[in-house]
């Protein structure tokens, strides 16, 4: 199985991963109102591991159960536990038995890959207030009002190789939410490694100037892509 189904709801670190009573449907080979019957059935049981939630979908075809396309119907969306404990009310034919060992291991990877987000993130705090204390100590920087907005912007330019305002764009992340909480580990990984040059030029009594060339001669660490990243299909 090539296809995700495990997901998060925004690209943010802290969401919580989940799956789709869809994508089970899908592939698990089990007709999708036995999967929304199922859920009803054992709501109550399903609901001791959060909320269910769900969201409004279109039927898409599904040949290998014979589903075809028509109304929208409610989609729901099972956290690990839930999906968990929702398989262990199917048979154990051959196809469910492969998508519990596909499910079990996309879990895991995302719960990993949102870990070591936050670690990188939190790793790059520490980089941050270190990189704005040398800004207060410089000879040649602490008296000018604009210069905290400028090495922020010189960050994630020379970092990413865009600017704040066009990842929050392609992320679908209001203007006024953290951008760091948006980014994969390479990007955060890029920006830890180029803030850290730039304490290190700061510390030197370089100017912003000079540092903006500095940095600039050298390109851009990770160049990344705007690409929207892919949620749970319809």
Same mark, same amino acid.
């Given at each position: *199985?090539?296809?995700? $189904? ?23 080979? $089990?007709?999708? !109102? !036995? ?5 009803? =059935?054992?709501?109550?049981? &399903? ?15 599904? #040949? ?12 729901? *969306?099972?956290? =690990?536990?839930?999906?968990? %404990? @929702? ?15 596909? @499910? $079990?291991?996309?879990?895991?990877? *995302?719960?990993? =890959?949102? &870990? ?22 410089? !000879? $040649? ?12 912007? &010189?960050?994630? #330019? ?6 704040? !305002?066009? %990842? ?11 951008? %760091? ?6 990007? @955060? ?16 009594? *370089? ?7 500095? %940095? ?19």
């Amino acid at each position: *199985m090539k296809s995700n $189904v495990v997901f998060t709801e925004t690209f943010s670190l802290y969401d919580e991963p989940f799956t789709t009573a869809d994508m089970i449907a899908e592939y698990a080979g $089990v007709n999708r !109102s !036995s999967i929304t019957r199922s859920i009803r =059935e054992h709501k109550q049981s &399903l609901e001791k591991f959060g909320t269910l939630r769900f969201k409004n979908d279109e039927l898409k075809e599904n #040949k290998s159960v014979n589903s075809k396309r028509g109304r929208p119907f409610k989609n729901y *969306m099972l956290n =690990e536990e839930q999906a968990t %404990l @929702l398989i262990t009310f199917l048979q154990n034919t051959p196809k469910v038995i492969d998508f519990k060992i596909e @499910l $079990v291991r996309q879990f895991y990877a *995302m719960k990993t =890959e949102l &870990l070591q987000r936050q670690l990188v993130r939190t790793s790059g705090k520490a980089g941050r207030r270190e990189m704005t204390d040398a800004i207060k100590e410089s !000879s $040649v920087l602490s008296d000018k009002w604009y210069v905290y907005s400028n090495f922020t912007k &010189l960050l994630y #330019k020379t970092a990413l190789g865009f600017d704040v !305002s066009k %990842l929050c764009e392609a992320r679908r992340v209001d203007k006024k939410a953290t951008p %760091l909480d948006f980014l994969n580990k390479a990007e @955060l990984d890029a920006l830890n490694k180029r803030q850290n040059q730039i304490t290190t030029l700061i510390d030197l009594g *370089m100017d912003y100037q000079t540092i903006k060339d500095v %940095l600039s001669n050298q390109g851009v660490i990770y160049q990344t892509t705007l690409k929207i990243p892919e949620k749970a299909r319809n």
